[in-house]
């Protein structure tokens, strides 16, 4: 495969950023290094399979550089037509940007066949993944105005969030992201790598503007298997919190409309990942409970513990910045509407109180 520069031309991803909305990504990377983590939208077609990149890394430590890339010409020629292929149905228009991990022969091999049959405009990433991991983790860094939405255990901030969306403020589900509930009974399924979730939460985060207020669901560092970036936790946690003051009871019943449906197995199994803070004889009244289809007794047990887990966070926090907001019942759009007004009732007196 030859590669002839002056039919392409690289650009930083920063720079991508500014064409991504009209210019598809491909991703040449092995499958492997894909699915550990790869710029959200962008399009896998491997230059080599894993065990092909394994091979060519094995004859680059052992023998030589020459060598490797002697064999990997070997290992891609095959598939030349099949590259052309794809990426035409990924880019119909003849405008496509590529990368690999750093944005050295691979991504430029690739990209100087895709210029020499047939597409207009070629980028090329410098820096490749790297520089666009570098640049996701360092924009966590960026000051904003970030407003956390606190709660106990069951008082539908997810949807409440979702509301707020619904009303033109901005968000950033981090349960959504991380495809977790967010406690013991949260795991909707498979979770996304910890490199993957700092992927998609970049994504999300640089389209924000972050001289308005962005709610964010109060949360611990780590979300099921995933953890949010320091650097964004660290954001987080020095930010006001409305807390939301819900009684457990409406929060228990709120827990069983959301897990009623789930499994049972699933849900004792949730119960006995708690057991040993939640206690032996609450641990066998609540699999008691689950066992005779009593959800709600189950989730006022189980609220107990997780009441006590959440405060224990929340004195963390200074005083100063967490403002309750009492509501006796889990409506999400007349909760979201009483926020936005709590909220900007906060704003105006902190306002007040820094001009004075």
Request: glycine share 6%; proline share 3%; charged share 25%.
């Amino acid at each position: 495969m030859n590669t002839f520069a002056a039919m392409l031309k690289e650009i930083t991803f920063s720079e991508y950023l500014v064409l991504s909305n009209e210019v598809p990504l491909i991703d040449v990377r092995s499958p492997g290094e894909f699915l550990k983590g790869h710029i959200p939208f962008a399009t896998n077609i491997p230059l080599f399979t894993n065990d092909e990149r394994a091979k060519v890394g094995t004859v680059y430590k052992q023998q030589s550089k020459e060598k490797a890339i002697e064999l990997g010409y070997t290992l891609v020629n095959p598939k030349l037509d099949q590259f052309i292929t794809e990426s035409e149905s990924v880019a119909p228009a003849g405008k496509i940007a590529v990368h690999c991990w750093r944005g050295g022969m691979r991504s430029k091999s690739f990209a100087g066949h895709l210029s020499e049959n047939g597409f207009e405009t070629v980028y090329v990433i410098k820096g490749g993944y790297k520089a666009f991991r570098n640049h996701a983790l360092e924009s966590f860094k960026n000051e904003a105005n970030i407003c956390i939405l606190g709660g106990y255990t069951g008082s539908a901030k997810t949807y409440i969030l979702k509301e707020l969306e619904q009303m033109g403020e901005q968000i950033i589900d981090l349960e959504g992201l991380a495809n977790h509930k967010g406690s013991a009974f949260g795991n909707c399924g498979n979770q996304p790598t910890i490199e993957q979730f700092e992927n998609d939460l970049f994504w999300k985060w640089k389209d924000l503007d972050y001289t308005k207020t962005i709610w964010v669901e109060d949360e611990s560092h780590r979300i099921g298997s995933v953890n949010i970036p320091m650097n964004f936790f660290e954001n987080m946690r020095n930010q006001l919190v409305l807390f939301l003051d819900i009684p457990r009871e409406e929060r228990a019943r709120h827990l069983v409309n959301d897990y009623a449906q789930a499994d049972k197995e699933m849900l004792a199994d949730s119960v006995n990942r708690i057991s040993k803070r939640l206690g032996g004889l609450d641990t066998q009244k609540a699999l008691a409970h689950l066992a005779a289809n009593e959800f709600y007794e189950t989730a006022m047990i189980t609220l107990i513990y997780y009441d006590k887990y959440y405060l224990r966070g929340l004195q963390n926090r200074k005083h100063d910045d967490i403002f309750p907001l009492k509501i006796q019942k889990i409506d999400f759009k007349q909760n979201a509407k009483k926020i936005i007004k709590h909220h900007a009732t906060i704003v105006k007196t902190k306002h007040k109180t820094h001009s004075v």
